[in-house]
């Protein structure tokens, strides 16, 4: 009997050993790109671009109360804008009286396009996509940097939530389309998928588990047999 026993106990070790070990190295930031930008149009003219935004906690906290402003500045029409405020204004006599200090331009534009959103709770460690609009025909826009204001944000859990949401501010890196880092870091599935994912992971290791166990209490019942003939 105590054959036995050692044998289960050592086939189990064995096991265990070859599970896969995972490891979470700390890091402070959540790292976010655009993407799937994509022109809406509305009887054949743009009228606003949907987009989605992927957001990664590289932190060792949970993020809720998540709302950010992303804000993307036009630097043609920017420019349009300030050269017509400063084109000159000349009296009777040809001579500058000063400058025009306004803009057709800005009358029907804006230099600036801008989207809030609402992000849903995001542990440390994992991914969420969301998907979003903005009303604009500048799609364009949405290749560049945004600038960001975080709105809210609780850091961390239970009493370790920072309700000021100080530390937020600067957690947020923009990760460009130029940037190596925009195909490597990010995972290839959203965090509903990886949990969706794990799942089915851990209940096929439960499956493969109790086949070896199977095998291994047949292997050993067959072992004891022997043995007990053998006395």
């Given at each position: ?14 096991m ?8 979470h ?8 790109k ?5 022109p ?14 992927t ?5 060792p906290e949970?993020?809720s ?7 993307w ?6 420019e ?7 084109e000159?204004?000349?009296d ?11 803009s057709?331009t ?11 959103l609402?992000?849903?709770p995001?542990p ?10 903005i009303?604009t025909?500048?799609?364009f ?13 609780n ?5 370790n939530t ?6 937020c501010k ?6 460009s389309p ?11 599935i959203?965090?509903t ?5 794990i799942k089915n992971?851990a ?25 007990n003939t053998?006395k």
């Amino acid at each position: 009997m105590n054959l036995q026993k050692n044998m289960i106990m050592s086939l189990f070790g064995a096991m265990l050993f070859m599970l896969p070990k995972v490891t979470h190295a700390e890091q402070s930031e959540v790292i976010f790109k655009i993407h799937d930008i994509t022109p809406v149009e509305e009887n054949g003219e743009v009228k606003s671009c949907s987009f989605g935004v992927t957001l990664y906690n590289r932190t060792p906290e949970m993020i809720s109360n998540l709302g950010l402003n992303l804000s993307w500045t036009d630097d043609v029409i920017a420019e349009q804008i300030e050269a017509e405020k400063n084109e000159k204004v000349y009296d009777d006599k040809g001579n500058v009286k000063g400058y025009k200090g306004q803009s057709e331009t800005e009358k029907n534009t804006t230099k600036k396009v801008f989207v809030s959103l609402s992000v849903p709770p995001l542990p440390q460690g994992k991914q969420i996509s969301i998907k979003s609009s903005i009303n604009t025909d500048r799609c364009f826009l949405l290749l560049q940097k945004p600038t960001i204001v975080v709105e809210s944000c609780n850091y961390g859990s239970g009493k370790n939530t920072d309700k000021k949401a100080g530390v937020c501010k600067n957690l947020f890196t923009y990760v460009s389309p130029n940037d190596g880092e925009y195909y490597s870091d990010f995972k290839q599935i959203s965090y509903t998928e990886e949990v969706e994912d794990i799942k089915n992971q851990a209940e096929r290791e439960k499956k493969e588990m109790e086949k070896i166990y199977s095998e291994a209490l047949s292997s050993v019942n067959r072992i004891s047999q022997t043995l007990n003939t053998m006395k």
